[in-house]
């Protein structure tokens, strides 16, 4: 009976470890961050270019005081319906996990904010990266259409952010993991 929880333990930390090795941190508009934007296209845009994970994580930099980030239902965003968001963060830095395969939706409340294109819909939300042809390039889900220059109202944002893993390199590392674990837990048993 012990070796049946050992096998257990080992097969659910395999798994943890492949879904966390595929998620990657997002700052969502790039190095624009969270503003209102020069065109009311620029996050569908932006969205449009990446390819989204459950598990990824998106980090909404704004100036605090100036802008929000509020959940809402597909009527809020199409709406601008600033009622009743199903959650409401006013401060900066704000990091939001996409932790179902559902369709999420994102508005500032700042009156003329949503109007005018702050808002963002997560309707392209994959299981696991889609897989790639051999000769294709890889594809790291991570790299944004150019962004124009940032507004004197946006906050300063960091582009100093580690590569995210591609799928090689994630598929390795778990089964380095994996194998890891597999020996630790037979010399424990033997």
């Known amino acids: 009976m012990r070796n049946v929880g050992i096998v257990y333990v080992v097969a659910l930390v395999a798994i943890t470890v ?13 190095d624009s961050g969270w503003i209102r934007p020069p065109n ?18 998106l980090v909404f930099n704004f100036a605090t005081g100036g802008h929000d980030v509020a959940g809402v239902t597909k009527d809020g965003y199409d709406n601008c319906n600033t009622n009743n968001p199903i959650f409401l963060n006013t401060t900066s830095p704000f990091s939001f996990t996409l932790d179902k395969l559902e369709d999420f939706f994102f508005i500032c409340t700042i009156p003329g904010h949503c109007s005018a294109g702050q808002k963002l819909a997560i309707t392209n939300l994959q299981q696991s990266p889609p897989p790639t042809s051999p000769n294709s390039p890889p594809v790291s889900g991570n790299e944004p259409p150019p962004t124009p220059p940032a507004s004197p109202n946006s906050p300063p944002v960091s582009s100093e952010m580690p ?28």
Do not use: C, H, K, R
């Open 18 to 30: 492949l879904q966390a090795a595929e998620a990657v941190v997002i700052p969502v508009g790039g």
């Open 40 to 57: 009311p296209n620029f996050y569908s845009s932006w969205a449009a270019g990446l390819n989204f994970i459950v598990g990824d994580i």
């Open 163 to 190: 590569p995210p893993p591609n799928s090689a390199t994630s598929i390795m590392a778990s089964i380095f993991t994996v194998a890891f674990v597999s020996i630790a837990v037979s010399f424990i048993i033997y």
